[in-house]
């Protein structure tokens, strides 16, 4: 195998025609990888995806060739998948308003151009899901919010609209099953590329603790930073450490590591309704 590129989480190689996709137990925050790994956490993102996308089989097709065909070093934590031909924009959907969506809001009252009612706060639950794409920067680089004629831009009218349409959806049946366990999706981003043939494949992960902000629905409460299932407590770990979340970064805290574990268990288990062995 030949490996074609390492990013913030996972290591793409190819395998001939084919992709396998592994995905590491590194984490990042505000684009910078951390030197700590987070146990674990490669096989749950794997695990979850894989759950999901089966999920969303009826909504967009999937990259995933396989799960059990990979190296063995790879086990558990990788994917055989197709290539294809990726969207230049990360495709967000948003149902709350929190993290980057609510500072763009609070200063010119919209995100991505999505123009939102006045009066919105931390976590306030939006009329409808909103669709806010932004770019897709190179590791190390911030992605910047844009609006969807910005996408049309880049790749179409009728794209851009495919593109939001199945973000949407994906985000809506996600919410939907999180909710029926107990979760509220506030937020997800997803991966898409075109197949050979011009159809839209969902790729990467979907839904899983590192691309999306799962809440518990019984602690909501606007007005409040909420309790996450995700890497948000990473986050305010580094927020609240003093460093200037420029490279090199420093040691997570055993502390922070081991919780931080627990919360990406806690919420597979959840959502899948499966014990994590």
Known sequence: MELLHSGKVRDVYADGDELILVASDRISVYDVVLPTPIPDKGKLLTALSLWWFDQLADIVPNHVISATDVPAEFAGRAIRCRRLNMVPVECIARGY?????????????AVSGVELPRGLGEASILPWPIFTPTTKAALGDHDEPITFDDVVAKVGAEAAEELRDITLAVYRRGAEIAADRGILVADTKIELGWAPDGTLILGDEVLTSDSSRFWPAESYHPGRTQFSYDKQYVRDWATGSGWDKQEPAPEVPAEVVEATRARYVDVYEKLTGNRWE
């Open 97 to 109: 308003l929190t993290g980057s969506g609510l500072k763009e809001y609070q200063r010119t009252g």
